[in-house]
Structure formats: C-alpha cells, structure tokens
C-alpha cells in the first residue's frame, strides 16, 4: 500500500483511467469507459496542475464522471447502433413466417408445435394434431400460430 500512499496522483488517476477502459473490455457494459476517460482527463488536469488537492481531484472526477456519461448516452439515443440482424437474439421471432407441425393439438388456443428438433408451446385458433400451422410471431416462449 505504501506504493499507491507515495504515488503522484495524476499517476493514479491516469492509472485508474486506463484500468477501466481495460475492464470495458473484460465486462463489456459501455459504462466504465467513460469513467474511464473522466479519470484520464482529472490525471491530465492533476498533472498540469501539481497543487490541485486531493478533494478537488475527487469532485473533478466526479463531475467529468457525470458529464461524461450523460453526453454518452445522449448521443448514444441520438444516434442508435443499428443491426444487421435486429432478430439475432430472438430465435421465436425469427420463425415468424415458418409453417411448423402440431404435435399436441391446439385447444382452446394452446397447444404445442414442433420447430425442427424442439418443441414449442404454441398459441392460436385451434388445429389438430399433425396439421400445419404458420408461426406469426413470439410473445416469449410462446410462438403465437394461425391455420395454413
């Protein structure tokens, strides 16, 4: 501890900036990164400015910190990262459109259906077991189904 105690603090603050951009990379969350880049800027400011006091430092960080994440998510909600593939998580919306077997007959608007090697409940007007159904979306683990 003597070492972190006898440490220049702009050393520590650009140190403690640096880790946690490294620790973006580690647990991806696009949070750290800014607070990493706020501890760069008060290690920089710290280092410009060698008489600046330790609290002084702290209410910087915390203050570029707040900036910093703010403007972040502004422009992260003015300019949204698209996908290529919006429904590459979503593997019951992705069989929208594909016809499936009934295995368990649909009664009452429930029943089950079978999408390749697994089973799906499946919700819709009511069909009998071994007819076809096409799936028309998800609602969770549900794949909602209407009649060929």
């Not at 105690?5 to 650009?14: G, I, S």
């Not at 029943?111 to 979306?137: C, H, L, P, Q």
Request: charged share 15%; no cysteine.
């Amino acid at each position: 501890m003597n070492a972190i105690a006898n440490m220049d603090p702009n050393w520590f603050w650009l140190s403690a900036g640096v880790l946690m951009a490294a620790a973006e990379i580690v647990a991806p969350g696009f949070f750290l990164m800014w607070l990493g880049v706020a501890a760069i800027i008060t290690g920089v400011v710290a280092w410009i400015m060698p008489d600046l006091g330790v609290p002084a430092q702290v209410g910087l960080f915390a203050i570029l910190s707040v900036i910093a994440v703010y403007a972040a998510r502004k422009w992260l909600v003015d300019n949204p990262i698209t996908s290529d593939d919006p429904l590459l998580n979503d593997r019951g919306g992705r069989l929208a459109g594909e016809v499936v077997t009934v295995i368990e007959a649909i009664e009452n608007g429930r029943g089950r259906v079978k999408v390749g090697d697994s089973v799906w409940i499946a919700r819709g007007a009511d069909a009998a077991e071994g007819s076809t159904v096409r799936v028309t979306g998800a609602q969770g683990a549900e794949l909602l189904v209407e009649g060929v």
